[in-house]
């Protein structure tokens, strides 16, 4: 997946800059196409890719982790 997520981001990259630089009818879809790509399909892969094996929990401010955070740090302040 990691392969395949660097190949789509460079086409929609590629597709972009020609989009850009060539002077065609279809430049503007190029570009809208490269956009689409890079938005609704390799953000996504990439978000998938490097979340699917962690807890959300662990990231989310509940009572419980500030309280360890507080213990690491050495406060001693209550909630």
Partial sequence: ????????????LA?????FVLQVP??????GF???ALFFV???MFSYRHW????????ML???NLEAMRKREGD????
């Fill in 26 to 31: 279809y430049s503007e879809k190029l570009i």
């Fill in 52 to 59: 699917k094996d962690k807890d959300v929990k662990d990231y």
């Fill in 15 to 19: 597709s972009i800059i020609c989009g």
């Fill in 76 to 79: 001693k302040r209550k909630l």
């Fill in 1 to 12: 997946m990691k392969y395949l997520i660097g190949i789509i981001f460079f086409a929609a």
């Fill in 42 to 44: 390799v953000i996504p």
């Fill in 34 to 36: 490269g956009v689409v």
């Fill in 62 to 64: 509940t009572k419980e």
